[in-house]
Structures are given as C-alpha cells and as structure tokens.
C-alpha cells in the first residue's frame, strides 16, 4: 500500500442561509488575517520608531512572535474587543486566517534570507473584500460525508452537494481514507469544498515496467514522444475560445458595471454578463485541466521510467509573442501531475537539467551542434547524416539519459552527469529551510525567525 494525500473536490448547493453563512466565514478568516498583520505592522513600526530615538535595543518594545501559536494566543485576548461578533462564526475560521499569515510571514523571511525557492516573495499586505478570493479552511470539528449528496462541516452543518460524493465515501466505508480537512471556496461562480484525504493506494505496476519513454513538450505539438506513440496535439484551448471571451468581455464593456470612485452599483445586466464571462474562462480552464490529466495518467500508467526537461516556464512566458501559447499548453502543470502520477503507479520520474542541450544533440551519433533555431523543425545532423524531426530527436536524448542516471526514486534531477536523488521532502525539495540566527546593528532579532528584521524591509 502507499500512503498518499489527495484531494477530492466537490461542487455545492446550498441554501441562501447557508450561502451566507459560507461567506460570512470566508470574511471571518480575511478579517483575523488583516487584523493579525495590523499588530504586527505596528509593533515593528513602534520598534523603529524607538530606535529612531537612540534607545538601545534592551528597552525597545518587546517583538511579537510569528507563529500561528502566539497569533492565535494573541487573538483569544483581544477577540471579544476587536470583533464581538465572533461566536457567529466557527473558530477556525478565525485560525484559518491566522494560519496563513504565519506562512505569509515566514515564506517572506525566507525569501529575504535566500533560503526560499522561486520568486521573491514580498512582504504580506491587506487582504481586501473585492480581490481576495473568498475561502476558508476546517481542520478539526465534525468534518465528513452525509450519504452520497450531503456534506458536513463545522458549524455550517449539512450542507448538500451539486454530485455524488460516493468515490470518496465508498474508501471512507472500507477504511482506505481519512479526511484530515476541508478548505471552501468561491470558485466559477459556485461554492466548492476541497477534501484533503490521507488515502491507502494499492500498489500499482506500469503495463510496460522497464519501458523509457522522453517526453519533449512544445507549442505546436504539446508532447513528442521518443518512441513510437503518436504525438499528442495541442489542443489550444484557450485559442479556439478567444472569440467567445472577446464577445462575452464586450458585453461586459457595454453595461453600468461598478465605479468605485462615485460609489455606483453595478447594473443587474452587467452582473449577468459578468457571470456569462467567468464561466467561459472558467470553462476553457476545466476543458484544459481534463486534456492534461488524460495525457500525464496515460503516460504514468504506461512506463516505467519517464524523462522530462526542466523547463523555466516563469522565464518562457516572458516572451510577449509566446507568452499565451505557453501559458495554454499548461508545461508547469504537466511536471507536477507526473510527479506525483507517477509515484501512484510505481513508475520513476527522472528530469533532465534546464542546460541539457536535447535538441542540438544528435540523437544517433551524440554529436552537439553550436546553433539551431527555432525555424528549423528538422535536425540534420553533420557527422552521421541523421534527418529526424527535431522534437522527436530531443525525445529520443531524453530518453537515453537513463543510462547516466543512478537514482532510483520517485523523481531524479540529472545535472550534466551529477545525479541527485530527491530528497524525503518530496519532489522538488524543500522550498524553506531553517533560517540561522543572525544579529544586526539597527534590526530587529526576531524570536521566532531567528532573523534581523527591519521595518524598512516591509515598505
């Protein structure tokens, strides 16, 4: 059996009462958010504020810890000032708040200190009403399946479901599942609930086990594969859609729609057509989520061993003319379903290294070439002759690239002959680490961070 977290979403139904309640529990977490960044905010403010006046760091006013523990002890003191109305909502949806601030905070320390992967990440700011996506996380309290249609949550109560819940419920019967929590949310114009199940998966083989298969993904052809699997077409979902959405948004254009500066109300036609417009976007989004998990499940259940490039996607669409296409074809949503696809089915995801030269090596003879456009879509090679279609030759690189790897875990990184297995982490590796401590002459040495912070940092 593996061990394994899923996800199982479902669509809801509910009252206009529990509707409300819904989102008057989305509003809860936003507020103990904003309210919990304000404290902070202010403390550090007040810390600069003194030094600013020569005061030695022993008087300053004390710092506030980050953690969600001393959030949330902080919260329990100051709730029945600051919101009154809280026993009208679940606490959780309070901790849910919380709780993502302390990440907020933390990922942003970590991104200071360069200790976080990807992009920087900037200091937390206000959560407001008419941005921030309504959603709200239950972790303890009675959480699970009513029959086949009807869900409960805490506080909410039974609340109905838009289809049968039975896939889940049916490994709840047989003790294969458990669902550690529930996250609601305001998604394409419905109320959704997200179960996240720890789920007891059989062991799986791949029909080919000791088959390799490279995959070499693209914008014409989504995947070109190194043997002989037709290539997969890139449906280009978002392109053949473009003139409904363009019809939809010009409908929006046309009606009274809201004015922030004046005050003004948005029309109910311009609420129609707004709604008319999101669920096309929202349709062209599902209709490409449902062609690429057909396309990763294929590939997990069919090989052994599946190589792929690390492509830098945040790089790529960079590009003005290709950004579109490559945001369509969905290259960073591939990656991650092989990840974990591929550990279900007892397959091995190997990448190759963003440098590896697939496409200008000759797949035959292993020569390199200095050069080769993006125009040339066949690959001639000069020392053996070789005529290939030039993804169908970077397949065939990645493919061979087995040979030079030793790892054997769920997911290896080949970087020019030094193999490196994944971590117990998971795929990926950790994206945060323990920051050391470090002390500053004018910082603030946060005790839960261990870090110098100043307030200059969060402006």
């Known amino acids: 059996m593996i061990q394994a977290i899923q996800a199982y979403r479902y669509a809801l139904d509910p009252t206009p009462a529990q509707a409300r309640a819904l989102a008057a529990h989305c509003g809860a977490a936003r507020f103990a958010f904003n309210w919990g960044l304000a404290l902070i905010k202010a403390n550090l403010g007040q810390r600069a504020a003194e030094r600013s006046y020569g005061l030695a760091d022993e008087v300053l006013t004390p710092s506030l810890p980050w953690s969600m523990y001393a959030l949330r002890k902080a919260w329990n003191q100051a709730k029945d000032d600051v919101a009154p109305w809280w026993s009208e909502c679940s606490k959780e949806a309070y901790a849910c708040g919380l709780e993502r601030l302390a990440a907020a905070l933390k990922n942003w320390a970590a991104a200071r200190m360069g200790k976080r992967r990807g992009r920087v990440m900037g200091f937390p700011s206000f959560r407001s009403r008419r941005k921030t996506t309504p959603s709200v996380r239950f972790t303890t309290g009675t959480i699970r399946l009513d029959g086949r249609t009807h869900v409960v949550l805490p506080r909410l109560g039974r609340i109905k479901t838009h289809e049968s819940t039975r896939k889940l419920a049916r490994r709840i019967e047989a003790g294969t599942a458990r669902i550690s929590s529930a996250t609601v949310r305001w998604e394409a114009g419905r109320w959704q609930v997200a179960f996240s199940v720890h789920v007891d998966r059989p062991a799986r083989v791949p ?3 000791d088959a390799v298969v490279g995959v070499d ?3 014409r052809t989504l995947a070109v594969f190194s043997d002989d699997r037709p290539p997969a077409a890139n449906p280009k979902h978002l392109a053949g859609a473009s003139k409904r959405l363009r019809r939809a948004a010009r409908a929006v254009s046309r009606k009274i729609g809201p004015d922030r500066r004046t005050g003004q109300q948005p029309s109910g036609r311009w609420l129609r057509a707004n709604a008319a ?16 998990h057909q396309l990763t499940t294929g590939l997990a259940r069919e090989y052994g061993t599946i190589v792929v490039e690390d492509l830098h996607v945040a790089g790529m669409v960079r590009n003005r003319r290709l950004a579109k296409a490559i945001a369509d074809a969905g290259f960073g949503e591939i990656r991650r379903q092989l990840t974990y696809k591929t550990v279900w089915n007892g397959g091995r995801l190997i990448v190759a290294d963003r440098w590896y030269p697939s496409s200008k090596t000759c797949s035959s003879c292993g020569a390199v070439k200095a050069k080769l456009p993006l125009s040339a879509r066949t690959f001639t090679c000069p020392a053996c002759g070789l005529v290939l279609d030039r993804d169908r030759n970077a397949a065939r690189n990645l493919a061979s690239l087995v040979q030079h ?13 030094a193999d490196q297995k994944t971590p117990p982490s998971g795929a990926g590796g950790c994206e945060t680490s323990t920051p050391h401590r470090a002390t500053g002459q004018d910082g603030d040495l946060h005790p839960a961070m261990g870090e110098s912070l100043r ?5």
């Open 217 to 219: 993904l693209g914008v």
């Open 455 to 459: 307030l200059t940092d969060i402006q």
């Open 405 to 417: 790897v030793a790892g054997s875990g769920p997911e290896t990184v080949n970087g020019r002959g």
């Open 207 to 209: 029909r080919r086990a």
């Open 277 to 292: 417009r999101n669920r096309a976007q929202h349709r062209v989004a599902a209709l490409r989520r449902d062609a690429l």
